[in-house]
């Protein structure tokens, strides 16, 4: 079993270079594997699925639909980015989604995945808002607003937040330590390997628990690294080639 896996991309638009590059590397890199996860925040702009969210970007449903076409199973973890993905992209597309984390085990060994915007603790109020930005009441409220307003209003809040792209190495490291920790715990709960996106820091990480080899592993983005990992059926591989295709 052959799989890629990869976050962090951020799309803003549907016929920017990004998307555009995006494109050409799933039919390229893909199209050759078994599964595809897309571990969180491959769309910048997601609050729960719209028609303009739909419209928007139908290039890139165009494509999955056309892996899913030639036996790519694809699977989609959500983010804080993207959520509330809903049954357009389970039905209508046919990927599976994940609105927490999933479990799978491969090669004898059980893994652990998820977006990692959980994977800091110490985020308390981060954890808050992520609940009540999730809740029915919220999009029931909000389904009267013109879904272009909500995509534009979500893009001025990503932009602002924008605080991935200059950080310090003190706090790189200050962060990876942090979800190097959150991995080891994972691992004390029985986990042989943890795969996280969000921190837009690839990491490869491996530990010693209970006479156990255990990894932690990264993805990465594509707004600074442009990584993503391959799986072969046995290993992982952190891979940098995406950025030939912008």
Known sequence: MKAILISDVHLQGAHDKKTKALL???????????????LGDLFDVWPG????LISHYQPV???FKQLIQQGC?????EGNHD??????FTEQVGIKVYPNSLETVWNHRKVFMAHGDLGNPKERG??????LLRLDWLHILIKPIPGRWIFLLGQ??????????????TKVEEIRNTYRNTAKELFEK??????????????????EISNRKCRYLNTGDWVKNFTYLEFDGEEFYTRSDSQSYL
């Open 61 to 63: 449903f165009e494509v």
């Open 156 to 169: 001025k809040t990503s932009q602002a937040s924008r605080g991935y792209q200059k950080l310090s190495e």
């Open 24 to 38: 050409r590397f799933l039919r390229d890199k893909a199209s050759q594997v078994d599964h595809l996860f897309i």
């Open 190 to 207: 029985g986990y042989d390997v943890v795969v996280m996106g969000h921190t837009h820091i690839p990491d490869d990480f491996s530990f």
């Open 83 to 88: 959520f509330r993905l809903g049954k357009y």
């Open 49 to 52: 699925t719209t028609k303009f």
């Open 126 to 131: 981060y954890r808050v808002l992520r609940y």
């Open 73 to 77: 199973h694809l699977h989609y973890v």
